[in-house]
C-alpha cells in the first residue's frame, strides 16, 4: 500500500481533505498529494476533522500542477462521473484496484476533483485510466472524501496486508454433541405426546434437525441449550 | 433496493447522520430507521448535512429500541469491529451483500453503533449476522458515514444484478416473531428458576438471543420451535 497516493485537485474544504486523510490511513494509504488547496496550507479545518490520520495531513505535499504532482509516478487513475466524450478506458473501482496490483511494484496515484465539479477533460487527460463508482442515477454527486473511502477499501481489500489482524474464532461443538441433544429432544417431545401423528413424525425430526444443525453452535452454546431445556422439562 | 434499510444506533452527532442520509441515496437506499438520537429530533445540522437528501432525513424513523426498529425485518446485520468474543458468524460487507440478495425479497436491515463506541454485544445479539468492514490494524475506527457508505457501495454493486437469482428461499419469518419467541421463553424460563443468579440473567440472555438469532429460520420453524417450547412446559 505505500505505493499508492491519494491526489486531491483544488480541493475546497479543510474539512474533506481531513476526512479523506483519515479514510486513507483507516484503509492503510499514507501519501497524501494536495494540488492548489482552495484555502491555502496548512488548513486546521483538515487537520481537526482528520482525527488520528493527524500525521498525514501534517506531511501532505502541496503541489501548483497535476503534471508535478504525479511526476514520478507509474500510473494514475482519474476517479470521475462517466462524462459524454470518454477519451480513456472506463473501468470500476475493483478493476482499477485490480490492475493496480498486478502492477506492482509501480507507484499508482488515484486523483479526485475538487467538490463543486470534479475533474474536467484536461485533469483526466493526466490518467491511465477513467475510474467511475457506480452510483444511482438519482443522485450521482458523492461527497469528495466518500469518493476515497470507496477506492481506498478497494484498494485495501486486494493489497493484503502485513500485520492485519486474524480472527480467532470460539471452536464450535462436535456434531455427536448436537446429535446427542436432537435425541434428547425427540425422546423428550415423545413423552410429552408431541408427535401426534405418526407418520409425520420423521418429517418433523428432520425440520427440528435443520433447525439446530444450521446454528453453528459452540459447545458451550450446547450446553446453555439443555440447561434450557432441562429448565422448561421441570 | 427497497427492502433495505439503515438503521443507526444512538447516533451522537447530526452532522453523521445528513452524510448517512447523502451516501444512502447516492446508493439508491432510501429507508433510514435511527434510534435514540443524541441531541433528539429533527436535528438541523443531519439536515443540511445531507445536501441533496434532505428527503431521505426528513421520512427517517425514530424508534426507542432495536427490538422496535427491526420487528418488520427478515434478516439483521450488524456492522461492527471484530471482537474477541464472536457469537456470530463474521462475514465481510461482500458476504453480506450476497446473503441479503439471495434472501429477497426479504426486508433488510444493517445496524450501526454510536461514534463513539460501535455496537455492544446487547446490540449484536439482535443480528444474524456479523459484518466486519475489513480496515487496516493501523487505524480500526472508520467514520459512521464511511461505514455505511461502504456498505452501500456493495450493496448497490449486488442488486443491479436483477434476474440473476435463480434459487428461491423459504421467506424467513419477521424478527418480531424471534423477538415474541424469546421473551416467550425468558418468562418461562423466570417461572422454572433457570436464572439462579440475578446478576448473570442479562448475559444469559444475550447468549440466549444471539442462539436464536442466528437461525434465519422460517416462519414454520419458529411455530415448530414455540410448539417445542409449549411441548416442553407442559
Chains 1, 2 share one sequence.
Not at 20 to 41: C, E, H, Q, S, Y
Not at 97 to 122: H, T, Y
Not at 135 to 144: C, I, K
Request: aromatic share 8%; hydrophobic share 40%; with cysteine.
Amino acid at each position: 500500500m505505500k505505493n499508492i497516493s491519494i491526489i486531491l485537485v483544488k480541493p475546497q474544504m479543510g474539512e474533506n481533505i481531513g476526512a479523506t486523510a483519515r479514510v486513507m490511513k483507516n484503509f492503510g494509504i499514507t501519501d497524501l498529494r494536495i494540488i492548489a488547496p482552495r484555502d491555502g496550507w496548512p488548513n486546521e479545518r483538515a487537520t481537526a476533522m482528520s482525527a488520528h490520520a493527524g500525521d498525514i495531513v501534517a506531511k501532505a505535499k502541496i503541489f501548483e500542477t497535476i503534471a508535478d504532482a504525479v511526476a514520478d509516478m507509474n500510473m494514475v487513475f482519474a476517479t470521475a462521473a462517466k462524462s459524454r466524450d470518454m477519451e480513456k478506458p472506463l473501468i470500476t473501482p475493483e478493476q482499477a484496484a485490480d490492475i493496480s496490483f498486478r502492477q506492482q511494484p509501480a507507484k499508482v496515484g488515484f486523483m479526485f476533483g475538487r467538490e463543486s465539479s470534479g475533474l474536467d477533460n484536461n485533469d483526466i487527460s493526466y490518467a491511465n485510466y477513467h475510474v467511475s463508482i457506480p452510483v444511482s442515477a438519482e443522485y450521482t454527486s458523492l461527497n469528495l472524501a466518500q469518493a476515497v473511502c470507496v477506492m481506498c477499501y478497494e484498494m485495501f481489500k486486494k493489497y493484503p496486508e502485513q500485520g492485519s489482524r486474524t480472527e480467532v474464532l470460539e471452536p464450535l461443538s462436535a456434531r455427536k454433541d448436537i446429535h446427542e441433544m436432537l435425541s434428547f429432544m425427540e425422546r423428550e417431545l415423545d413423552n410429552k405426546g408431541f408427535f401426534q401423528v405418526a407418520e409425520k413424525k420423521a418429517g418433523m425430526m428432520i425440520n427440528i434437525r435443520n433447525i439446530f444443525t444450521r446454528g453453528n453452535y459452540t459447545e458451550q452454546e450446547v450446553r446453555t441449550l439443555r440447561g434450557i431445556f432441562n429448565a422448561m422439562l421441570k
